[in-house]
């Protein structure tokens, strides 16, 4: 796992922590990794409600949907030649052909044709 997402939920389980002891007797132990400060699971209208304030929090907007990150992590993923079929594996998709056609999406054209962009309208200034 990366060293990002192990230090985010170390921090996360910190922060459960305080709500468990602030829930008291009220608490529910679900076992859960994202809840409620209850310890209850979320519906999916709090954990859309909940993005969207990560979403604008990062400076992206609020149109994003967590749907969205499973794209990404497909096509992130593939950009960086890991096997169609350890993807699959890794979303739980029994085989490939879902995992290629509805979620992977080439990333590296539009990474191109954005740094070429880039690259014409930010003219490094000559010394």
């Known amino acids: 796992m990366p060293k990002r997402a192990t230090q985010a939920l170390r921090e996360l389980h910190r922060q459960q922590a305080a709500e468990r002891l602030a829930a008291g007797q009220t608490w529910q132990d679900n076992d859960l990794v994202f809840c409620r400060e209850d ?5 999916r209208w709090q954990v859309r409600r909940e993005f969207r304030k ?4 990062a400076g992206i907007g609020e149109d994003w ?3 969205e990150l499973r794209h990404s992590f497909v096509s992130l993923l593939s950009a960086h030649d890991v096997a169609l079929e350890e993807i699959s594996r890794l979303v739980g998709h ?10 992977r999406h080439e990333i590296r054209p539009a990474l191109t044709k954005g740094a070429v962009a880039m690259n014409k309208v930010f ?4 010394a």
């Not at 990560?54 to 929090?57: Q, V, Y």
């Open 94 to 103: 029994s085989g490939t052909t879902v995992t290629e056609t509805v979620y």
């Open 39 to 43: 310890g209850s699971p979320m519906d």
């Open 123 to 126: 003219k490094p200034k000559s």
């Open 65 to 67: 949907t967590p749907r």
């Open 54 to 57: 990560i979403a604008k929090a």
